[in-house]
């Protein structure tokens, strides 16, 4: 029993970073998917896509609504409709909420919410154009069920996602239309690592207290492990799993105080 995408194009927006994006486009293509790769950069867009089999670039910024019909446009014309999205474009805010700007604010809304949302629905207008099913994933954070310190924006955005996936599910499930959510606990990236820097004078060692003493599994979780969820979210085989949001954390959201406190 294998996990099969055969046939089916896959859009994965945010495809070409250095987070979440090649462990969801490398899990597509092992899966034998077709990767749609977006970025905000052509060329770094076009980069990502040459690592895959019949990969193709797409550039565009997900918040705004004539790029993401422009995107659509063009994956049409060149690969026909797709099959899957996943909501990976995302950004960051290490900052306490009464710190924090309204142009901060209202980024963070409208790449990891409203980026969302506009993806979601050319997608969906697509699909009823052509009578055809279809699978969503938007990418959370498990700061969407537990948070800390500097994070509350962030947090609510992620928390937004969850809801709106749900609502997503109930909505288009007369469609034949699934939407999940995948929430990543901590994963290796320059951009997280910076924002750890923010408050973390060693955001190295940070990292590795985290391996350690917050999370039950003592590894860190890989991109690639979450590309893995997301890959089985998308195929026939989650056919009745919608409306859900899973944490791949390694436990992280399991435990109620850290290990070095209870051992």
Known sequence: ???????KNILVTGGAGDG?????????NDAGGRVIVNDLNLEAAQEAASKYKGGLAVAGDVSIAEDVARMFEEIKNQCGNIQGVVNNAGIGLGKYAIEAEEAEFSHLYDVD???????????????????????IINISSVQSFNTMHRMA???????????LTRGLAVELGQY???????????????????????????PEKWIEDHKTDHQCLDFF????????????????????????????DNGTTNLLYNNRYTQ
């Open 153 to 163: 924006i962030y947090a609510s955005a992620k928390s937004a996602v969850n809801g």
């Open 221 to 248: 979780t890989s991109a690639r492990d979450c590309g893995n969820v997301v890959a089985f979210l998308l195929s026939d085989l989650s056919r009745s799993i919608t409306g859900q949001t899973i944490y791949v």
């Open 113 to 135: 919410v409203k980026g969302i949302w506009l993806v979601t629905r050319a997608f969906v207008r697509q699909l009823l154009d052509n009578n055809e099913a279809g699978s």
């Open 176 to 202: 034949n239309i699934r939407c999940n959510a995948v929430a990543p606990g901590y994963i290796y990236s320059k951009q997280s690592l910076s924002i750890i820097g923010k408050w973390a004078p060693d």
């Open 20 to 28: 979440l994006g090649p462990g969801i486009c490398e899990a597509v």
């Open 1 to 7: 029993m294998l996990i099969n995408l055969n046939d």
